[in-house]
């Protein structure tokens, strides 16, 4: 058909601008909705379309009305309208596939490459994640929901299995934490101290190095595998490992623990698990053994981590070399002493256990001597006592009035 049997155009006498355009002189009117226009392009434009494509439509239907075809041309016809259709779905998954490349896959996709038990690739993970995917694991830590996730750990000092001596492997087969150390390798306490006996407030900066220990576990889930992040979270908690503490008693060492918790941005969202660590640390004096294995394995994170920390540069603030270093040498010295006491109790001990007012003096009784069960007996009633204390005040805030907004976080403590 000509192209006049497909659009009737006739001339506009009326002259003016094409409404499609504006710019070219309307030559022609639309003779369905009126348009004026001045080309057959401006005819056919997106804003013409509807009645465009009607007019289109409805002559091709009267096209076909009066054609007739062979069952072989209408075969042909539905074959080519397949071969089409096959095509266009084929386009669509292409397109669909370049939109997956080009935009943000699944998490898993995403960190496919990593070795999630290697701490170096772990800490890459979060760069892999979206923004919307950091909000929400902020939000989960937060609101505590992430807890959810995660399967409960049963400390081990809380049945029979005792603590993990195999080393975590990474895809490289190099141990993030090596073999806890054998007692064997730990030095007859003589050869540090020579002829001095061991302090007497010993025993009570034991327990602010057990706390630590089991406040770290109970953040972790049960997981130190990373040396370093271990080891820092151990300075961040204890008094004894960061800074030098000697404790008098044993509330001493649990309030100097709860002071740093409290005063740290990061751990104070975190401060309820202090209360259940404390109740770990009394399941842990209540066996020797405990004691052993739980200095044992913080003695071995910050071996791991005076090695880990050789080929990582430009570390500040309490995590670096010769802090790493000291509490290494700290956990060293505290295995040997335990050992030491463990097998030789102490010499005039019973004063010592219970406060500063009753120290020993050169004129007390050199012959006096406590054994391990009665020291350990002593501090974990002290600590009974002092999870009594932790128990009324945590009441307290409970009923508390809520703390003005923008008030300082001392006046609350």
Same mark, same amino acid.
């Given at each position: &058909? ?37 080309? *057959? ?8 379309? $509807? ?91 937060? =609101? ?60 009570? $900066? ?22 370093? $992040? ?7 908690? =204890? ?16 309030? !100097?623990?709860?002071? &740093? ?42 071996? !791991? ?20 270093? $000291?509490?290494?040498?700290? *956990? ?15 010499? &005039? ?65």
């Amino acid at each position: &058909r000509s192209q006049a049997s497909v659009a009737v155009f006739y001339m506009d006498s009326a002259g003016g601008l094409c409404e499609v355009c504006r710019v070219s002189a309307a030559r022609y009117t639309c003779p369905a909705c009126g348009l004026r226009y001045c080309s *057959l392009g401006c005819y056919k434009s997106e804003r013409h379309a $509807n009645c465009s494509e009607a007019f289109y439509k409805k002559e091709l239907e009267t096209e076909l009305k009066g054609m007739t075809a062979s069952a072989e041309e209408r075969q042909r016809m539905r074959e080519m309208l397949k071969r089409v259709d096959e095509q266009q779905r084929e386009e669509n998954i292409e397109d669909l596939l370049d939109e997956d490349e080009d935009g943000p896959t699944s998490l898993a996709d995403r960190v496919a490459d990593l070795d999630l038990d290697n701490p170096e690739h772990v800490a890459r993970v979060w760069e892999r994640l979206t923004a919307e995917e950091r909000r929400d694991f902020n939000e989960s830590i937060t =609101s505590g929901a992430i807890t959810e996730a995660l399967t409960p750990w049963t400390p081990w000092w809380a049945g029979e299995d005792s603590l993990l001596t195999h080393a975590r492997v990474s895809a490289t087969s190099k141990p993030l934490i090596t073999d806890t150390h054998a007692a064997s390798d730990v030095p007859m306490l003589s050869s540090l101290l020579g002829e001095r006996p061991p302090a007497w407030d010993l025993v009570h $900066n034991l327990v602010d190095v057990v706390l630590a220990y089991c406040f770290a576990c109970r953040l972790c889930n049960g997981d130190l595998a990373d040396a370093l $992040n271990a080891a820092d979270l151990l300075l961040q908690v =204890s008094a004894v490992l960061a800074c030098n503490a000697v404790h008098e008693s044993v509330e001493a060492a649990v309030r !100097a623990t709860q002071a &740093r918790i409290f005063t740290s941005a990061t751990l104070l969202q975190l401060s309820a698990h202090l209360p259940v660590a404390v109740a770990d640390v009394d399941a842990v004096l209540a066996k020797t053994a405990h004691v052993s294995r739980a200095l044992e394995h913080a003695h071995t994170i910050a071996r !791991a981590a005076v090695q880990a920390i050789k080929t990582r540069k430009g570390l500040q603030g309490p995590l670096d070399r010769k802090s790493i270093a $000291n509490m290494e040498r700290k *956990l060293l010295f505290l295995r040997s002493w335990w050992a030491w006491i463990t097998e030789h109790g102490y010499s &005039r001990s019973l004063a010592l256990l219970t406060g500063p007012t009753t120290r020993p003096t050169e004129a007390a009784p050199s012959t006096l001597q406590v054994s391990i069960d009665d020291i350990i007996s002593a501090l974990r009633e002290e600590l009974s006592a002092v999870r009594a204390l932790l128990d009324e005040e945590a009441k307290t805030r409970a009923t508390a009035r809520p703390r003005p907004a923008g008030a300082p976080l001392i006046q609350e403590l």
